[in-house]
């Protein structure tokens, strides 16, 4: 395991691009997820959506700019519609696989960075970092709970991270297949990090920014959440 940076000029060829799946999780995202779509598949042509039992019309909207489109019935949870997505992206022949959150805080240009280090073989997963890369209009009070969630982490998954929850990952097909997300909820994250640990597969961490909106902040978690999502964690441990 090690950490790492790709260079930014590097340039991957058209093939790499249609081998690389792009999966969306996406819960009452219609404001916004065929922006983000749209933005992603001008770069990549496989982007996967799965609509985690919306009640606005994400589902309608996603049809319209997606490649594919699968849908929960009920809401699950983000754990289990990455499961989802990432087990279709297989059945279709993805040689990568990328986490990528729907309600635009991603940034296309860091997708690259991703996943060369994966084609070039240097590694089987890469982990996006907003503290080694960058981040726009981060409030303090999340910051700190991000903070707080890495020395968690180190301290629990004895995993050497420098950002716990960053829904930008990279993994190659043989990595994808190791995934298997039992917390259906936010607790994946942590749970994803023990998964690469006990894999024993290598991996890199790489800059990324992240850019915060008013939008995606009411999205996102609060640190009474960050106290649930703990607590789930810890449960699922003990129940798996």
Excluded: W
Aim: some cysteine; hydrophobic content about 40%.
């Amino acid at each position: 395991m090690a950490n790492g940076q790709t260079t930014e000029c590097e340039t991957l060829p058209s093939s790499a691009r249609t081998a690389t799946f792009i999966v969306m999780a996406a819960y009452n995202e219609g404001t916004c997820i065929e922006q983000v779509v749209s933005e992603v598949r001008a770069e990549y042509p496989n982007v996967v959506v799965v609509d985690d039992g919306s009640t606005d019309g994400t589902f309608e909207a996603a049809k319209r700019c997606a490649t594919h489109v699968l849908r929960h019935v009920i809401n699950r949870g983000q754990g289990a519609a990455l499961q989802t997505g990432i087990e279709f992206a297989l059945s279709r022949g993805a040689r990568v696989v990328v986490t990528f959150d729907a309600d635009g805080q991603h940034r296309v240009e860091d997708v690259k960075a991703m996943i060369a280090p994966i084609f070039r073989g240097d590694c089987e997963i890469t982990l996006g970092s907003r503290f080694l890369g960058g981040t726009e209009n981060i409030p303090a009070s999340r910051r700190k709970t991000l903070r707080l969630a890495v020395l968690f982490t180190r301290m629990v998954n004895r995993v050497k991270v420098t950002d716990a929850h960053n829904g930008l990952r990279a993994f190659s097909d043989r990595a994808a297949r190791e995934i298997d997300i039992t917390l259906d909820r936010m607790a994946h994250a942590t749970e994803l990090i023990d998964q690469i640990r006990l894999s024993g597969l290598p991996f890199k961490e790489i800059p990324v920014q992240i850019r915060y909106t008013d939008y995606s902040l009411k999205k996102g978690q609060s640190s009474r959440n960050a106290i649930q999502i703990v607590l789930h964690y810890l449960l699922g441990r003990v129940l798996h």
